[in-house]
């Protein structure tokens, strides 16, 4: 998988003076579901509005799995895959911020302050419903569009994106996959639940039973689901 190179760009350190004036969004966007895809919509056509580059913000590691470790959630795409589909859904960077002990104290306010003015200098912020920022995740859409208001920058709000009454988020789909509900996941995603990883050879059990099998190793520490699947090739 060939990443282009003007599209990755990793830590705070990176930043140049070109990757300022910028519409941005933040999140973890695992899956890329269908709540991820209407943000990012909205992160495209403000761009365009603004004639600015269109910009995602992600975290390595995501911030539940920096405060939950082991016992974090799987993740339904590696990083790879995930910058992959956001160039493909016609993002134009992909920054990627190392969530340390450093960032998980930093204030809000420093938070807009640092990155979001000084950093970018971010012409528009779009945000999901439930989004919160900084220390003890203190910063909310209010706080966002004082900020907003104080240096100049537009903040917009995506609604919530529900399917059956329910909202889409990534939890529900590792919950579908859990339970063999491919159907569901891939309605919740807009697509079906794609892996992609190395073929490595196994113990040839299946082979001795007339069932040849594709091992394949996902260069992941936990996948969402685990078995023996018949599959088109």
Avoid at 108 to 115: G, L
Avoid at 151 to 156: A, E, N, P, R, S
Avoid at 199 to 228: C, D, E, K, S
């Amino acid at each position: 998988m060939e990443l282009r190179k003007d599209l990755f760009i990793r830590g705070l350190h990176n930043l140049r003076a070109e990757h300022r004036d910028c519409v941005l969004t933040i999140g973890s966007f695992d899956g890329l579901h269908l709540g991820h895809r209407a943000i990012i919509d909205q992160v495209r056509e403000k761009a365009r509005h603004y004639g600015v580059p269109s910009v995602v913000m992600i975290f390595e590691p995501q911030p539940k799995e920096f405060f939950s470790g082991e016992t974090s959630p799987p993740r339904l795409m590696r990083l790879r895959e995930k910058i992959d589909a956001l160039g493909k859904f016609g993002i134009d960077r992909v920054f990627c911020v190392r969530f340390n002990k450093v960032l998980r104290e930093l204030s809000a306010r420093a938070f807009v302050d640092r990155i979001l003015v000084e950093g970018l200098a971010i012409k528009c912020l779009v945000v999901g419903d439930d989004f919160r920022f900084g220390c003890d995740r203190k910063g909310d859409f209010a706080m966002l569009t004082r900020e907003g208001q104080r240096y100049g920058f537009d903040v917009v709000e995506t609604r919530t994106v529900a399917i059956d009454g329910a909202r889409v988020s990534s939890t529900r789909i590792r919950h579908a996959l859990r339970e063999g509900q491919f159907a569901t996941a891939e309605r919740l995603l807009g697509q079906p639940f794609c892996i992609s990883g190395k073929v490595v050879y196994g113990q040839q059990l299946g082979r001795q039973l007339g069932i040849p099998t594709a091992n394949v190793n996902l260069h992941r520490y936990r996948a969402p689901l685990q078995g023996v699947f018949a599959v088109y090739l």
